[in-house]
């Protein structure tokens, strides 16, 4: 197992003392990085030397998304399907659109998210079906989210009609389509409200619609940071899932882990590390944080614990590097949705 713990109050050396020794030893070894850097502090120290060690270095920038990579989210789950690993697919887009669908403001029943999510994956795979390679993309979907509210369901009604109840498109769509009015306006309304936060900001959207990052074509060595944002926290989240669920031979730094909502695949992660060749680093403040979120059993997946606490740590003091990326402006694609044949 590889799989640290780094505890400690504020100010006690988890990032600047454990943590950026670490760092320096990945980069020597010009080991493979991903990094939730929510403070720039990894960026800001390191960037000119990952860099100058000849990493491919990207970014997710979900405070300043003019400074930052496109990363298409569903770009992954659509190639994995038209390669015929629908499954993995499947998993990927299940984890995705329950991350970004979650408030943790909300105390409602899983119900709505998980009929949603179920909703939004029946969408997804109906536009991978259907749709050009450059229509695929968050924009595309809320499209015909949008289409089929305001034209009835029964042109859906109609398609799943002819489809065989084990098809994937009828399972994922036929609990929102043929469900009761009223809780067929609860669950699009749940997927309207949620889906808004990203389409509502042009930067997020374009961001989230550019294809610069490439899960599945990422040079190595390479460096992968995000600046996790709380309002897109859900972006986050998703990213790991897909790290979790489709990447080997990685370095994970999950810091200020405390900021995040419950990341679905972590257990995934922690468990799968000896056969996908990976290191994860889980910064936290103390383990009542983690239990707030996780059983007491992820824990225990923690080969070894770090009390920053306790230990005399040396810091590093943080950089200032501060050059970014640009993201490349490109005219959005959405799907037509009259382009979907439903007949």
Same mark, same amino acid.
């Given at each position: 197992m590889n799989n640290t713990l780094i505890l400690g109050k504020k100010d006690s050396g988890k990032t600047t003392g454990y943590m950026f020794s670490k760092f320096k030893s990945i980069i020597s070894a010009k080991e493979n990085l991903i990094v939730i850097d929510s403070k720039k502090e990894y960026w800001h120290t390191f960037g000119k030397s990952l860099k100058d060690n000849g990493?491919?270095?990207?970014?997710?920038?979900?405070?300043?998304?003019?400074?930052?990579?496109?990363?298409?989210?569903?770009?992954?789950?659509?190639?994995?399907?038209k390669e015929g690993k629908k499954d993995l697919s499947l998993r990927i887009l299940t984890s995705l659109y329950k991350e970004i669908l979650f408030n943790k403001e909300s105390h409602?029943?899983?119900?709505?998210?998980?009929?949603?999510?179920?909703?939004?994956?029946?969408?997804?795979?109906?536009?991978?079906?259907?749709?050009e390679e450059k229509e695929i993309n968050l924009g595309s979907i809320? /499209?015909?989210?949008?289409?089929?509210?305001?034209?009835?369901?029964?042109?859906?009604?109609?398609?799943?009609?002819?489809?065989? /109840?084990?098809?994937?498109?009828?399972a994922y769509l036929s609990g929102t389509v043929l469900a009761p009015i009223d809780t067929r306006g609860g669950i699009t309304s749940t997927v309207k409200e949620r889906l808004c936060l990203y389409i509502g900001s042009e930067s997020i959207l374009k961001l989230l619609c550019t294809n610069e990052i490439q899960l599945n074509a990422l040079d190595e060595p390479y460096a992968l940071f995000i600046f996790d944002n709380?309002?897109?926290?859900?972006?986050?989240?998703?990213?790991i899932d897909e790290v979790g669920l489709y990447l080997k031979n990685y370095n994970l730094i999950i810091d200020n882990a405390d900021n995040l909502n419950k990341i679905i695949r972590l257990n995934t992660i922690l468990e799968n590390n000896q056969?996908?060749?990976?290191?994860?680093?889980?910064?936290?403040?103390?383990?009542?944080n983690i239990r707030r979120n996780y059983s007491d059993s992820i824990i225990d997946k923690f080969n070894k614990i770090i009390d920053a606490n306790l230990e005399m740590l040396n810091t590093i003091p943080i950089g200032n590097y501060d050059e970014y990326p640009n993201l490349v402006v490109t005219k959005n694609n959405y799907i037509n949705p009259d382009a979907i044949k439903l007949n």
């Amino acid at each position: 197992m590889n799989n640290t713990l780094i505890l400690g109050k504020k100010d006690s050396g988890k990032t600047t003392g454990y943590m950026f020794s670490k760092f320096k030893s990945i980069i020597s070894a010009k080991e493979n990085l991903i990094v939730i850097d929510s403070k720039k502090e990894y960026w800001h120290t390191f960037g000119k030397s990952l860099k100058d060690n000849g990493y491919k270095t990207l970014i997710i920038n979900l405070n300043e998304p003019e400074k930052s990579n496109g990363f298409n989210i569903l770009w992954l789950p659509y190639k994995l399907y038209k390669e015929g690993k629908k499954d993995l697919s499947l998993r990927i887009l299940t984890s995705l659109y329950k991350e970004i669908l979650f408030n943790k403001e909300s105390h409602e029943d899983s119900f709505w998210i998980n009929s949603a999510a179920n909703y939004l994956i029946g969408l997804t795979l109906l536009l991978f079906e259907q749709g050009e390679e450059k229509e695929i993309n968050l924009g595309s979907i809320y /499209v015909l989210v949008m289409q089929y509210e305001r034209k009835s369901f029964d042109n859906l009604k109609n398609y799943l009609e002819n489809l065989s /109840v084990t098809n994937s498109i009828y399972a994922y769509l036929s609990g929102t389509v043929l469900a009761p009015i009223d809780t067929r306006g609860g669950i699009t309304s749940t997927v309207k409200e949620r889906l808004c936060l990203y389409i509502g900001s042009e930067s997020i959207l374009k961001l989230l619609c550019t294809n610069e990052i490439q899960l599945n074509a990422l040079d190595e060595p390479y460096a992968l940071f995000i600046f996790d944002n709380e309002d897109y926290s859900g972006i986050t989240n998703a990213l790991i899932d897909e790290v979790g669920l489709y990447l080997k031979n990685y370095n994970l730094i999950i810091d200020n882990a405390d900021n995040l909502n419950k990341i679905i695949r972590l257990n995934t992660i922690l468990e799968n590390n000896q056969i996908n060749n990976t290191k994860l680093y889980y910064i936290s403040r103390n383990k009542e944080n983690i239990r707030r979120n996780y059983s007491d059993s992820i824990i225990d997946k923690f080969n070894k614990i770090i009390d920053a606490n306790l230990e005399m740590l040396n810091t590093i003091p943080i950089g200032n590097y501060d050059e970014y990326p640009n993201l490349v402006v490109t005219k959005n694609n959405y799907i037509n949705p009259d382009a979907i044949k439903l007949n």
